[in-house]
């Protein structure tokens, strides 16, 4: 493939398409307040909604994909952060370093943010319309809307094609 | 490329918020001034340097410390009564009485609290010890032991001395706390916390000043004497605060069981 794949617009779109747009970045905010103790957990609930749907449709697999990824950065700081507690709280048994607390409000300050631009994302999935995070869009749409975007298995419903050379 | 451009914004993004709220907590007021409060230290390397400090002064210690149960029952009970109260400092507190005719107490990296006999022998009751050992806790509380040496010789020394095993340059490190003492707001921040441990234990506040006054009475040409003197400035006003607030305390004192004479007996048997 050598060309972009044009994005579809909001009315050539399917309710349940948009839907299921939406729900992935619905799905961080369930998986958000349980992964608070563990981190990873939204990441993987994340990973699980994205490799389930990511065949429906190139507009939902952008969707998920982005959901997915640009929950990197904060899962890795809140992971960060969990791991100095445990480490010096609980392994160690020694007093917090320094630097914890104000590290503390830097991941609750990103968490915020994360949660702010995703939910602006949510609205605009549910409208059948696109939002590029920062880094993370530009890649999801490279993905799936690029030159060099990955075919979503169609073949897989039309199993039967003709001989080669035709 | 943009994506790379956008991961550099990103990542400049990440900084400024991460350097803004370290900012912020650096120079909050609240973080400045009292050098003493225990919010102030707990750098990572400080802790890790006063934890090896205090397993090195810990082996010196054990080595000389009196082990008589008339002793220990004593400290122990007096410690027992005044754990709930006693805040919380990084390592746990442990007193060790050692025969000298030095009149001083002093509190060394780690929590290690150390009363000479000397200073035991001029006290009348139980509850004055637990004034003087309620004193060192709060000062191992605040960590102003590793804050003076911290000031004295430098954190990275400090590290360097604690990262090395000499039983010489630990034994100096002891002599150096013990002859130095703490600053004038150090030791008033430590009387007004041990004051409050010792309202809270009940225990009245005011036998820190029976205690100082006892070692005041002392014959102050007795080297021993100036020695706690000088290390402890400024008695005559922390008797009068200690008056003050015993004055002012509403709690029931409880005395301490604890055989104060089978101590003394003991003590004018040990040379």
Known sequence: MTERIALPQPHELSRREKEDAMAAYLMNFAAWGAGLPLPSLNLIASAVYYFINRRKSRFVAFHCFQAFTSQLPTTLINMFGVGMFVDFAIILQKPLPKIFWPYVAFAVIMNLLYVAFSIYACVLAAKGRVHYFLVFGRWAYAKYYGPNAVPLDGQADRPNLPPSGY | ?271
């Open chain 2, 1 to 271: 490329m943009r994506i790379f451009r956008e991961l550099l914004l990103l990542l400049a993004f990440f900084a400024l918020v991460a350097s803004g709220v370290y900012c912020i907590w650096r120079f909050w007021p609240s973080h400045k001034g009292n050098p003493s409060s225990p919010s102030h230290d707990d750098s990572t390397i400080l802790v890790s340097a006063e934890g090896k400090l205090r397993e090195l002064m810990r082996k010196e210690l054990v080595v000389d410390a009196v082990r008589d149960p008339a002793v220990t029952d004593v400290v122990k009970r007096i410690q027992e009564r005044l754990a709930p109260a006693t805040g919380k400092a990084p390592y746990p507190i442990e007193v060790y009485v050692i025969d000298s005719p030095t009149i001083n107490a002093v509190c060394m990296p780690g929590g290690l609290i150390v009363v000479y006999s000397g200073l035991l022998r001029r006290l009348e009751a139980p509850e004055e010890l637990a004034a003087i050992i309620a004193h060192e806790s709060a000062h191992a509380v605040h960590r102003d032991s590793m804050h003076a040496l911290e000031r004295e010789i430098g954190i990275a020394a400090l590290f360097t001395l604690a990262g090395g095993r000499s039983d010489a340059l630990t034994t100096r490190l002891m002599r150096r706390l013990i002859g130095s003492g703490f600053s004038r707001q150090q030791e008033s921040d430590a009387d007004a916390d041990a004051e409050r441990v010792l309202g809270a234990s009940d225990i009245d506040p005011g036998m820190m000043a029976e205690a100082l006054r006892r070692i005041r009475q002392s014959d102050d040409s007795d080297p021993a004497v100036l020695q706690y003197l000088n290390t402890h400035p400024d008695i005559e006003g922390r008797i009068k605060t200690s008056e003050a607030l015993s004055a002012a305390w509403k709690g029931k004192a409880r005395p301490i069981e604890a055989d104060w004479k089978k101590l003394r007996a003991e003590f004018r048997l040990i040379k």
